[in-house]
């Protein structure tokens, strides 16, 4: 080790130069932070620790409960909203012609479902037989007879009024 | 598709989870997380012949992610001043500007690492980088490219103006003890 002074030079000394020297560059980061913080700031660095773990730790949680409810979103979604694009039963459509054609093929060569045989022609005469007699029956009334009033002119008054005014020409009052 | 002998695909597997969940701390949301993450490998995927191999492989990946992050920290930034500028100059209400803040988790809200949110871009790395990542400083130093020492006091002062912050911001983050005031180090 060289025991010879150093010189002074005032632009060696600008801030980056002198805490590249800090005699604490040997010192472990911990051994470090203990000599040269305060215990104030040491508390400081603790608890930005503490909270920077429990905000780890929150955010796994959020992140781990929105990992467990996405298959049951998707879920509610795939219920809510129809499913677009391609259908997985598309490509069987392909086949329907297919089907269709065998299915002709099949039915003109040999008949796969019996066919009812037309009825011989019978004439049918309807015999409709009444299911009861009808018997209404009837009630007769009795009605006391009604006793002739005596509602206007006789008919001898009215021929002698015709006969009044057959001859006179004059207006005639007749009083009923 | 390989990278020093590593396929895209294993080195998703590898470590996108480690990726996100630095994105998470910085970002405050899984959204925003999600999409810094994603955009480390679509990167990574798109040009694999710009990994040399002189860094191992997460040092790369937290390279990029850091920058993707700060850029879309600035550009938010942006937007935001200008929507505020436009804001008062209608005298229209500030129910716009308010649209245009990022939604972050109410736990990430409550946590320290949304008062790192505000530390200057150095600090902020350095910061997350150690105390959320757990990485040792040489490799801290590695990805932010610059020296052990800076990397140190990029921690120690990044920490002293968290105290400060804390000390300023309501009530929720004040149980953190701040008995020995504004007391300096002389380590540095």
């Known amino acids: ?176 | 598709m390989k990278i020093c002998g590593l396929d895209v695909e294993k080195l998703t597997s590898l470590y996108f989870d480690r990726i996100h969940r630095a994105a998470l701390l910085m970002s405050g949301n899984a959204w925003d997380a999600d999409d810094l993450a994603q955009e480390v490998f679509l990167i990574v995927a798109n040009d694999p012949t710009k990994f040399e191999g002189r860094s191992s492989h997460y040092t790369y990946l937290y390279g990029i992610l850091l920058n993707l992050e700060r850029r879309l920290r600035r550009k938010r930034r942006m937007h935001q001043e200008k929507t505020e500028k436009l804001a008062q100059r209608q005298d229209g209400p500030t129910a716009a500007v308010a649209a245009d803040v990022p939604v972050v988790s109410e736990e990430w809200k409550r946590s320290l690492w949304s008062v790192a949110a505000e530390l200057p871009d150095g600090q902020r790395q350095a910061i997350v980088l150690r105390f959320g990542e757990e990485l040792p400083y040489q490799e801290i130093a590695d990805i932010l490219g610059c020296p052990l020492g800076t990397v140190k006091s990029r921690i120690f002062h990044g920490l002293g103006t968290l105290r400060k912050l804390v000390a300023e911001s309501p009530g929720q983050l004040r149980e953190i003890p701040r008995e020995l005031g504004d007391a300096q180090s002389d380590v540095i």
């Open chain 1, 1 to 176: 080790m060289s025991s010879e002074p150093r010189i002074f030079d005032p632009d060696e000394h600008d801030d980056v130069h002198l805490e590249t020297e800090l005699p604490e560059a040997e010192l472990s980061d911990e051994a470090w932070e203990t000599a040269a913080l305060p215990d104030d700031l040491l508390l400081l660095g603790d608890q930005l620790r503490c909270d920077a773990t429990r905000l780890h730790e929150s955010h796994r949680a959020d992140r781990l409960q929105h990992e467990l409810l996405r298959p049951e979103r998707a879920q509610r979604a795939e219920t809510l909203v129809p499913a677009r694009g391609i259908s997985a039963w598309l490509p069987l459509l392909w086949l329907l012609p297919v089907v269709l054609i065998t299915a002709a093929l099949v039915s003109n060569g040999q008949p796969t479902v019996p066919r009812i045989p037309a009825s011989p022609a019978v004439a049918v005469t309807p015999s409709v037989t009444p299911q009861a007699e009808y018997s209404p029956q009837v009630y007769s009334v009795s009605l006391p007879a009604e006793t002739p009033s005596q509602h206007g002119p006789s008919a001898a008054e009215l021929d002698a009024l015709l006969d009044l005014m057959q001859n006179e020409t004059a207006s005639v009052a007749v009083s009923l």
